[in-house]
């Protein structure tokens, strides 16, 4: 197999290993299109005809947790706080960081590639919570916090993008940094932030339990594939997890919006 070559400062860069790189980042975009496709065209379940073990779709508002507390007073969700934003009341919060690498042998067209970002931390949290079914009126528990695998279909916004003009990184930043024992030292760095929360609305797809009164949403015992989707030209792919996504108009407090100043 034939390697394309290109020479730059007397120094050899191959195009095999860019490549790869652009596979592997590619793959979760491949998946997430393939599972947010699945979540969107998946028809919305009536619980009130749902059976046990059954694979459902519930698209609602979530409960806020004050509500739930005084109708529930045993009910033990904890709501979430986003990590940077500081935005509280959340059922779920993700917060990344991105490094640029800087390859000394690349050709010139691929200097500013989104696939030199490099994801150096992230944090994903989720919790239980309440949501109430559009179509039958019917409040589930969705178990998404601990020992509960959570697949989020959520796209953060970016938050603080650095330049190379940048000497000295915002106080925000650097304590945000120094609070993970991360380098506060001035690169550039992209941060992105999502969250969902409580009292907006949600689709969520998961198994259906009930238990005497009680109906919950779970994780599927067993891995489901998505099959091919044809129209999209999407290959299948797997979940075992609870699938957390937007619905399509979904409202503004479900997930960041703000733009701040770049560093």
């Not at 195009?15 to 599972?35: I, Q, S």
């Not at 800087?102 to 992230?122: N, T």
């Not at 959520?154 to 925000?172: G, Q």
Request: proline share 4%; charged share 25%.
């Amino acid at each position: 197999m034939k390697i394309k070559r290109w020479k730059e400062d007397e120094k050899w860069w191959l195009w095999g290993d860019f490549g790869e790189r652009v596979r592997e980042a590619m793959e979760p975009y491949r998946r997430n299109g393939a599972l947010l496709f699945y979540l969107h065209f998946f028809p919305d379940s009536d619980l009130s005809l749902a059976t046990h073990g059954q694979l459902v779709k519930v698209t609602g508002l979530i409960w806020e947790l004050d509500k739930v507390l005084r109708m529930v007073v045993s009910c033990g969700s904890v709501s979430l706080e986003s990590s940077y934003e500081k935005v509280n009341r959340c059922i779920y919060t993700s917060t990344l960081l991105y490094e640029f690498e800087e390859p000394g042998m690349r050709p010139s067209y691929v200097r500013e590639s989104c696939f030199l970002w490099r994801m150096a931390y992230s944090e994903r949290f989720s919790t239980d919570f309440y949501i109430t079914d559009r179509k039958s009126g019917i409040r589930a528990l969705v178990k998404a916090g601990a020992d509960s695998n959570v697949i989020p279909l959520i796209i953060e916004s970016t938050l603080v993008k650095t330049t190379r003009k940048c000497e000295v990184l915002s106080s925000p930043l650097r304590k945000w940094l120094t609070e993970r024992n991360l380098s506060a030292e001035a690169r550039l760095l992209r941060l992105e932030e999502g969250y969902v929360k409580e009292g907006s609305s949600v689709s969520v797809i998961g198994m259906f339990q009930k238990q005497n009164d009680a109906v919950m949403i779970v994780q599927p015992q067993e891995i489901i594939s998505t099959r091919c989707l044809f129209r999209k030209m999407l290959l299948p792919a797997d979940f075992d997890g609870l699938i957390l996504g937007l619905p399509r108009m979904a409202d503004s407090a479900s997930h960041s919006n703000a733009m701040q100043p770049l560093d």
